[in-house]
């Protein structure tokens, strides 16, 4: 359990209440967080014109507004613009206002976001969200200010939980507008991404014949947010990973003590899993060996359906053990090289659903019944974006913060994050040694975001 005093305890308590009521999660509270501080957003309460207004204003406005809710929500750091994204938004942004038409879909041969994306030079992994507002109220006043709240209104909408526009996993970001010819409409296009979204792989380097990676995409799809809802809200799924072994002839297996659990979990898991294996030499201090055009990072596996996993279950009848080979370490990879296996979860025609990778959550305690009670139940993120506010205080306990670089590292969309890039920067700070002891027991995924990886390079090796 982690140390700490009483009087951080009550403070802690008190500021996670307070976060949960302030941030009750519905589009009249989000829109709040930004009307409650409407002072700081006085430069832009001019008078919006749709025969003649600034651009830029509309971009300032909108995005400082979108990261007063994120910083609030999350504790996240501003988004950074890319103007290369702006010019991915412009398409759409132009393309809606041209046509008056509300929609993230173009024309042939830029009729998908993932396409005009790969047009400026970007991997595919970005994603494209869309909105517009009436550009005027008639003879009532009407500011930057206000058209950007009406834009942001309709993003803010969910059935449930926080939306996907506010993900911490957005670190960069591309933003047009434009107004229709009739003038009474304005539409935006706003273009999220990670570092997975800047490519630095070179397929044609000698690299490519030193660390092998898998062809193509080995038939393998980038994640569908319809196809895999179920797979990526089940928490309990993080636990097969637990269950990930392989010997030293290369033999991989999935061992567990109870069979009955197995086919219970893996049921939930979708229609079939990969293996991914990657060599750490694919994340040296230098030009990384990782295409992020493909949605897995080494070499694959062929998608093992779960019913042939079930049957691999070599154990006897009688015992309720599990214990099958579902595959061994390829070939191409020499066995004394270290790696990492992830497990991928597949559903629908092959689509990638999650990605289970080796964490270090053992043991985390915060004094918070319900951010324990979210760890417990492998709701990991859950917990993370619980305690995430808690960056802004430069005074955090240091137990704290390394939970907290713990709890990001478990999955791409965390650790991806500036969560995780401003818990591991105060955690350098705080205790370098420890960080570098602590990011060794991770998966070497991590290093896809490229600052950590710096702190690594800079201070650990």
């Known amino acids: 359990m982690l140390n700490s005093t009483k009087p951080f305890l009550l403070v802690f308590s008190i500021f996670l209440f307070c ?9 009249v509270s989000y829109i709040n967080l930004i009307t ?40 996240c750091s501003v988004l950074t ?26 024309v042939a041969p830029f009729q998908y976001t993932s396409q005009r994306l790969k047009n400026y030079g970007f991997t595919v992994q970005g994603d494209e969200y869309v909105s517009k507002a009436k550009a005027h109220q008639g003879d009532n006043e009407y500011s930057y200010y206000d058209l950007c709240l009406e834009l942001l209104k309709p993003l803010f909408k969910t059935s449930s939980g926080v939306p996907q526009f506010l993900s911490p996993q957005y670190t960069i970001y591309g933003f047009a507008c434009g107004i229709n010819k009739n003038m009474n409409l304005m539409y935006i296009s706003l273009v999220f991404g990670n570092d997975l979204t800047i490519q630095v792989f070179n397929s044609v380097t000698s690299k490519q014949k030193d660390l092998p990676i898998s062809k193509g995409n080995a038939g393998l799809k980038f994640y569908d947010p319809v196809i895999c809802k179920k797979c990526a809200d089940d928490h309990t799924l993080e636990e097969i990973y637990n269950m990930l072994s392989w010997n030293e002839d ?65 154990s006897t009848v009688k015992s309720n053990y599990f214990h099958a080979k579902i595959g061994a370490i390829p070939q191409s990879i020499e066995l004394n090289k270290e790696i990492d296996i992830n497990i991928l979860l597949l559903s629908g025609k092959n689509y990638v659903c999650r990605t289970l990778i080796k ?14 009670s979210l760890i417990q139940a492998q709701n990991y993120e859950g917990a993370l974006y619980r ?40 955690a350098v700070l ?32």
């Open 81 to 106: 613009n890319l103007p290369m994204l702006d010019s991915v938004a412009r398409m759409q942004a132009d393309y809606q206002a041209t046509y008056d038409k509300f929609t993230a879909v173009n």
């Open 36 to 75: 409650e501080n409407s002072s700081k957003y006085q430069p832009f309460q001019k008078n919006f014109n749709p025969l003649k207004y600034n651009p830029d204003l509309v971009k300032s406005c909108f995005i400082e507004m979108l990261n007063d809710v994120r910083r609030q929500l999350y504790g």
């Open 387 to 426: 305690l995430s506010p808690m960056l802004s205080d430069s005074t955090i306990h240091e137990d704290l913060l390394f939970s907290m670089v713990q709890l990001a590292a478990h999955k791409e969309k965390t650790y991806l994050s500036s969560i995780f890039t401003r818990s591991v920067q105060m």
């Open 250 to 314: 290369g033999d991989v297996f999935l061992v567990s003590d109870d069979a009955k659990w197995v086919k219970k979990i893996l049921a939930k898991a979708g229609n079939a899993i990969v293996l991914d294996f990657i060599q750490k030499d694919q994340y040296t201090c230098r030009v990384p060996t990782v295409d992020h055009n493909k949605p897995f990072r080494g070499i694959v596996s062929k998608p093992i359906s779960v019913d042939k996993i079930l049957a691999l279950n070599d």
């Open 19 to 27: 976060t949960i009521v302030c941030f009750s999660q519905s589009n």
């Open 359 to 372: 964490k270090k959550v053992d043991d985390i305690k915060t004094s918070d019944i319900k951010t324990d």
């Open 430 to 461: 705080r205790n370098p040694q420890r960080l570098c002891n602590l990011l060794e027991q991770f998966s070497i995924s991590v290093f896809d975001n490229k600052e950590v990886k710096k702190i690594y390079c800079g201070k650990c090796k």
